[in-house]
């Protein structure tokens, strides 16, 4: 028994584990989420962030001894980005066909996400902080984090609602634009790659390619848009929200 406590204590201080459960939960997520018909509630990001809090927790093992492991993955998100140039290559004459429609579909998911998140928590009596770390809960989370700690909210609530903005993004947006009838793959890449981000993004590849092109595209021109648009607008949104 000795032995065996000493072997945990071992791996659960070593990076290679912590990297090991990552892409195991992952991949068990997955697993699951193929098994099931790819239904859109068994999210394949969700799953792995349940497991491995799970694990963490019983564990008592504290975020920065896990992200000594992680990291290793955290630094593949780069790539991983520049990779979405690819579909977008692909996709590049219906781009530059519907550049119009993009631009204002882009301003007003901009200004909706933002607006329409900073609303409801103000009238839930949320504080300025908070309110701050809410607006750009739909952008990915280093340039979130960065707006929000620059409008004074907190960075580290911003990166989780980011996290649960692209979960539920992924796991309703596709049902929700179902309902509404929306069914050109370009507006529908638009709509998940606008509100939902990389998470969105890798649901909508998942899907179709067209959709994920548009989605990717939406991804990073909102990020751009958000990080123009919410520090010139955010006085005024405070000052008629406290008026």
Partial sequence: MDSLQDTWVYLSASPLFHLTLTLAAFQLASALFEKMGRNPLLNPVLGA???????????????GTYFEGAQFVHFLL?????ALAVPLYRQWQRVRRSALAIAVSLLAGSLTAI????????????????LASLAPKSVTAPVAMGIAEKLGGLP????????????????????VLDLMGVVDWRARGLA????????????ALQVNETAGAF??????????ATALLLPMIWGGVVWLLGS
């Fill in 49 to 63: 962030v349940l497991v491995v809090v799970a694990v963490l927790v019983l564990t008592e093992t504290d975020y």
């Fill in 78 to 82: 780069g790539p991983a980005t520049v």
């Fill in 115 to 130: 607006l329409s998140a900073v609303l409801v928590a103000w009238l839930l009596g949320g504080s300025e902080p908070v």
């Fill in 156 to 175: 580290s609530l911003t990166a989780v609602l980011v996290i649960v903005t692209g979960i539920l993004g992924a796991m309703l947006g596709p049902k």
């Fill in 192 to 203: 998940i790659g606008t509100a939902s981000h990389g998470i969105g993004t890798a649901r």
């Fill in 215 to 224: 989605s990717g595209l939406a991804m990073g021109l909102n990020a751009l």
